[in-house]
């Protein structure tokens, strides 16, 4: 899972790099990335981050959330799979 969170600011390099390691201690975190360009941050993650943890580490850091961010949720508990295909559909 992705999210992408606006914010008022990016600091600069020196304090992305503490912020990094903030955010990836969290467990279920596998990836950050701070666009100083963009004021955004990009946070990879497994469905059990919460999206509150995440802000608050931000905040944390002295970055602020932009408001109405709020994340999409996924329910995916009346997912079903497509049935199972043979060979034989294949076949041109």
Not at 60 to 73: A, D, M, R, S, T
Request: aromatic share 10%; proline share 3%; hydrophobic share 35%.
């Amino acid at each position: 899972m992705r999210t992408v969170i606006k914010v008022e600011r990016a600091a600069c390099c020196v304090f992305n790099n503490s912020l990094n390691r903030e955010i990836a201690s969290i467990n279920g975190v596998y990836g950050v990335n701070v666009d100083n360009y963009k004021n955004q941050v990009t946070i990879d993650h497994t469905n059990d981050v919460s999206f509150d943890l995440i802000v608050a580490k931000l905040e944390e850091n002295q970055y602020k959330v932009l408001p109405g961010q709020i994340p999409q949720q996924r329910d995916y508990s009346n997912f079903e799979w497509p049935s199972e295909e043979t060979e034989e559909d294949y076949n041109l």
